[in-house]
């Protein structure tokens, strides 16, 4: 493993350290940076969610230039439309896109309008975000734990290429991509994990998903097909996790990634 980069983007909604926006800083004061041995830099001071999506896009750009890996703790999962971006040319890269939701509602489908409900539909294309952004195609995304998924979703998913897979290691390991992925980004939404289990990472976290050990094993199978070349972990609130079992799973998942990190 080389050098490091830990990027906080501890926003929610364009809100800073709120609900999920206070999940990095959160990480932060738990030894998170410690265990990576990781350089940090914090997006802001404030911003809107496009323009937290630009300035991840800015920061992964210089760790890049600078041959350090970048990983990404964010409020929203829209983050990593900014690391993509920041990685530049999306044709090799592939996402595994690790979730308890689809993150595919647009404009003209979301029933509650939160934006962040639209995070992989931008990603994929189906939604405006920032200027110039190039999609990653439909085939390149697998869509790991998605559990939760409205009627418009499912629809969405129903008509593209975008593979939904049950949250077990053997079903992401037995995945292929096209010929020619050569990089991941991975993207974990820390509600992938089971709200019984093993805790409720925020609001909308829901059970039916994979223990923490599980969740490792998939990120280890993703590590063994292709070279993971960054990460983006989002979407944890510290005050819905009231038994702090969502921050030692994020904890040691972060530091399992940052130790297979081309």
């Not at 509602?105 to 952004?133: I, K, W, Y």
């Not at 921050?247 to 530091?255: G, K, P, Q, S, T």
């Amino acid at each position: 493993m080389g050098v490091t980069r830990l990027i906080l983007a501890p926003f929610d909604s364009g809100r800073r350290d709120w609900r999920m926006g206070a999940g990095p800083a959160d990480l932060v004061r738990h030894g998170v940076a410690r265990r990576l041995r990781a350089e940090v830099v914090t997006v802001g001071p404030e911003g809107a969610y496009e323009e937290v999506q630009r300035a991840v896009a800015e920061q992964v750009r210089c760790a890049v230039s600078e041959g350090a890996a970048p990983i990404v703790l964010a409020g929203n999962c829209g983050a990593s439309v900014g690391v993509v971006e920041g990685l530049a040319a999306p044709d090799d890269l592939a996402v595994v896109w690790l979730d308890a939701h689809g993150d595919l509602n647009t404009p003209e489908t979301t029933t509650s309008g939160f934006v962040d409900g639209m995070a992989l539909a931008m990603l994929t294309g189906r939604c405006p975000t920032l200027a110039g952004f190039r999609p990653v195609p439909d085939e390149q995304v697998l869509l790991v734990g998605a559990r939760d998924l409205d009627a418009a979703e499912r629809a969405v998913l129903d008509g593209s290429r975008i593979r939904l897979l049950p949250a077990r290691a053997a079903d992401v390991a037995a995945a292929g991509f096209p010929r020619r992925v050569r990089r991941v980004h991975l993207h974990v939404d820390l509600d992938v994990h089971d709200s019984r289990l093993v805790g409720a990472a925020n609001e909308y976290a829901v059970p039916g998903g994979p223990d923490a050990a599980e969740v490792r094993r998939i990120v280890e199978a993703v590590s063994a097909r292709l070279p993971v070349v960054s990460a983006t972990f989002a979407a944890y609130d510290p005050a819905a996790d009231v038994g702090g079992g969502v921050r030692a799973a994020a904890l040691d998942l972060i530091e399992l990634t940052g130790g297979l990190l081309a």
